[in-house]
């Protein structure tokens, strides 16, 4: 009985976000509360939701990407370079340009990739490194070096307006879910991605053209990440090319390996990467409201993982029915 | 030299080894002499059990039943080293070697010459010059081997183990990626080390090679011994028979039954079709409702035939139609489309993937026909999904079950209805019953004659010839990866098809090795 509903996709997940959140309540009791103020809704749920909205997204980019066998650790350096170009365009062109170029050079990363990957056949951990280490240095080209900021009010608007009362960070990690699950899962992309993830040979020889969909998740990781540079822009008004993204690839891996996708490729859950993601913020938003100096985030993180990835094990899983067992 | 040295003597001697993965037999009560001096041939097919003698033997697996004897002495190695120490030594087809270190190196790795806890350089290459030079190999020795050819690492290679003191040095395929010249070389070696007394148990898929350098011979089939012959008493296609045939008797009345088809018009033909290096150029037109069986032996080319039918390999001479249309195989993916299908021999590498459902395995190449944008619902997959585990019987019939979790023979089954659910013109099945278990076995025959009836093309190899014989309207007998004789009607049976692959074998094998 244990065992099974151990083994049930996505409980793991759910109870350790859970725990999590509980734990979060302990330290501080105001956790839960909820306050409407100037049209928008605040509190430290909220803030788990707002502050976790980048590794989100990425991790949603990421989560396709290692169901194909690869992984993507460029997503950071995208970020920088979206946030650098939206930030550079916002107050002389306007929104809607900086908006449509940001989001070009993430697509234009993500082909880069999955041209590296797919079509000349690299190993991902290699052939996105390169864009990891390169990207940084293009970001930081395009604003010379400085924090540039921008005033742009549409843009501005990204990190710190509301839809509904709901964040528009929020709004859009909430809508970049809807509409990632409905092509992946509304087309045949999610079984042909399982499949090519799972083994490539026996899915090419069952002719998928298993190249164009390698080529196509890289293209999405790089969409998602640049969108979540834009949203990381517009949180603090400005571009830092330095730090925007920083490590962040590692969060949105995290993410995706928490929700239960395995590094091996194959079966894989949007929205259990999306838990994963949520899992870190509570640890991170946790960790601050409850005092203890930010360095204890990493050692907390490490633990926590440890913890799922156990949870998740299946020869962790049946050492504890033979433990049950025993016991009867 | 010591006494089990002698030439003749029963050097190594194998009693009842069995060995099962799984359900699986690799193995069955199988016995091997080999005699102190000697070049021991060891024949089969794919899967035959060739592999897993050698390396039950030399303890890289364990082994289920059975004993094996060392010069009289029982020996049971644990691990391949433990092998090397009690003095049976294995050479792979690729070289264990380091190709980055010198020739010395690898010569003296782990039992370099040292002195004050310092390897001597100097001592260490005149005695891996010394060692070479018994092979009549004159090489510098402080050069990377990697400088030299497959043959000088092979040789090596067995030069190491010789010097480790092997009483038994097996050569697993070490010809296979040899010109004829290194072959001359390799060979000198081999016969060098049978006069010093060493049996050589040598696998490979050259016949003409065995029949050049080989004393005795034994034949596997199936995991079982066919027999132990010397090489001068037997005959080439008495050799080939006992490779491929099961039992001659049987078969012809089987035969009559299937031949009451009627063949349909052709829906796919290949003209001039082939590619350097994998198979010459071949004709071969399907036709609705016929079993064309290709037969030959291992490394012949009928593996390479089919990948290029499917477009797994891109042909570089010849055209293809389907139809009456002219068409170009670039990719599985354009073969798909044009209604072909493939089930492959390596059924777990390259057929089925093994976290996903019976179901997802059975829809997955008509969804990759129909395309993204056209998604079967849950209910249609479910649907097909049932449909055919219905149809073919697969066990246990679970959709939802993950495919990795099934027998072999329900795997292929899940296979071929992958591609039946493609409703296909054409389909080509590579080994469709290898490793799988008998009663499995006879039902995916049944289908194939059932599947034939309904007017589909069928491409099979198999390398049971009785299985080619019993379903076959036509068979194409391939040698050297080159189509070399088609058998049709009454003549096909199991003694004319061994009689054309064995025909003009030497001149055949020299123009394909040149």
């Known amino acids: 009985m244990m065992q099974r509903l151990l083994q049930s996709r996505g409980l793991a997940q759910i109870i350790a976000l859970l725990v999590i959140l509980a734990l979060d309540r302990a ?232 929700g239960g996708t395995s590094l091996f490729g194959g079966r894989f859950s949007l929205v259990l990467a999306m838990v994963g993601a949520l899992i870190i913020q509570a640890m991170n938003t946790g960790i601050l409201l409850s005092g203890y100096p930010p360095e204890f985030n990493l050692l907390v993180k490490a633990a926590v993982v440890l913890v799922v990835l156990l949870l998740q094990s299946p020869r962790f899983a049946s050492a504890g029915a033979v433990l049950g067992r025993a016991r009867q | 030299m010591n006494a089990s040295s002698d030439p003749g003597s029963a050097l190594l001697e194998v009693r009842g080894l069995s060995k099962s993965f799984g359900t699986l037999r690799a193995l069955q009560e199988v016995d091997f002499t080999l005699r102190a001096g000697e070049i021991h041939a060891l024949l089969g097919e794919n899967g035959a059990g060739k592999s897993t003698l050698i390396k039950t033997v030399t303890g890289v697996f364990p082994r289920d039943t059975g004993i094996v004897r060392l010069g009289g002495a029982e020996v049971a190695p644990r691990s391949a080293k433990a092998a090397v120490d009690a003095g049976i030594a294995t050479v792979y087809q690729e070289v264990n070697l380091l190709l980055n270190l010198s020739v010395a190196q690898n010569l003296y790795l782990g039992r370099q010459p040292t002195r004050f806890g310092l390897v001597r350089e100097a001592e260490m290459r005149r005695r891996a010059a010394e060692l070479l030079a018994e092979f009549d190999l004159h090489i510098d020795v402080a050069e990377p081997l990697g400088n030299y050819s497959v043959a000088v690492q092979h040789i090596t290679a067995i030069a190491r183990a010789v010097d480790q003191s092997a009483r038994v040095l097996i050569l697993d395929e070490p010809t296979a990626s040899l010109d004829r010249h290194e072959v001359e070389i390799l060979f000198a070696v081999m016969r060098k080390l049978a006069l010093r007394g060493i049996g050589v148990i040598f696998v490979t898929h050259f016949l003409d090679q065995v029949y050049e350098i080989c004393d005795r011979i034994t034949v596997l089939r199936n995991g079982r011994l066919i027999g132990e012959r010397e090489t001068a008493e037997l005959p080439r296609i008495e050799l080939i028979r006992m490779m491929l045939g099961r039992e001659l008797a049987g078969t012809t009345s089987e035969r009559a039954a299937a031949k009451v088809r009627q063949a349909g018009e052709v829906c796919a033909r290949f003209e001039g079709y082939g590619k350097v290096g994998c198979v010459a150029p071949f004709n071969l037109a399907l036709r609705r409702g016929e079993v064309i069986g290709l037969a030959g032996l291992l490394g012949s080319g009928r593996t390479e035939t089919a990948r290029l039918v499917f477009g797994a390999e891109r042909a570089d001479s010849g055209s293809a139609t389907v139809e009456g249309k002219p068409v170009r195989l670039q990719s599985p993916r354009d073969a798909v489309a044009h209604g072909f299908g493939y089930c492959p021999e390596e059924r777990k590498t390259e057929g089925i993937i093994a976290d996903l459902t019976v179901r997802e395995n059975i829809v997955l190449a008509l969804q990759a026909k129909r395309g993204l944008t056209k998604p079967l619902s849950r209910a249609e997959q479910e649907g097909i999904a049932i449909r055919f585990i219905r149809l073919l019987d697969i066990r246990p019939p679970e959709p939802e079950r993950p495919i990795g979790l099934l027998s072999g023979g329900n795997q292929q089954k899940v296979l071929l209805a992958r591609w039946l659910a493609t409703a296909p013109r054409l389909l080509v099945l590579d080994e469709p019953t290898r490793g799988i278990d008998v009663g499995a076995h006879a039902e995916i025959i049944r289908l194939i004659r059932e599947l034939c009836d309904d007017g589909l093309a069928l491409l099979v190899i198999s390398s049971e010839l009785d299985e080619i014989v019993t379903y076959s309207d036509r068979v194409i007998v391939l040698r050297d990866r080159a189509h070399i004789d088609e058998l049709e009607g009454e003549a096909i049976d199991v003694s004319n098809v061994l009689a054309a692959i064995a025909a003009t074998g030497t001149a055949g094998a020299e123009a394909g090795q040149a």
């Open chain 1, 27 to 258: 330290v501080s009791p105001q956790f839960f509360d909820l306050r409407m103020q100037d049209g928008r809704l605040f509190g430290s749920l909220i803030d788990v939701l707002n502050r976790g909205a980048p590794v989100a997204l990425l991790s949603l980019g990421m989560v396709l990407v290692i169901a194909t066998r690869g992984i993507d650790l460029s997503v950071g350096a995208v970020m920088a370079i979206a946030g650098a170009i939206a930030a550079s365009l916002a107050d002389a062109h306007g929104m809607p340009v900086a908006l449509a170029a940001a989001l070009g050079a993430g697509l234009l990363c993500g082909l880069w990739n999955g041209f590296l990957v797919a079509v000349l056949g690299i190993q991902p951990i290699v052939a996105t490194l390169i864009l990891m280490v390169a990207g940084r240095g293009v970001a930081q080209l395009i604003t010379e070096g400085r924090i540039v900021t921008f005033t742009a009010p549409d843009l501005v608007w990204l990190g710190n307006g509301a839809v509904l009362g709901v964040p528009a960070p929020v709004a859009v990690e909430l809508g970049m879910l809807v509409i990632t699950g409905a092509v992946v899962r509304g087309s045949a992309l999610g079984l042909l991605i399982e499949a090519t993830g799972g083994n490539a040979r026996a899915s090419e020889l069952a002719g998928i053209g298993t190249r164009a969909m390698i080529l196509a998740v890289y293209v999405w990781c790089g969409l998602c990440a640049a969108l979540a540079g834009i949203i990381a822009a517009a949180d603090i008004m400005g571009a830092d090319a330095n730090n925007a993204g920083l490590w962040l690839e590692l969060d949105a891996i995290l993410a995706v390996v928490i």
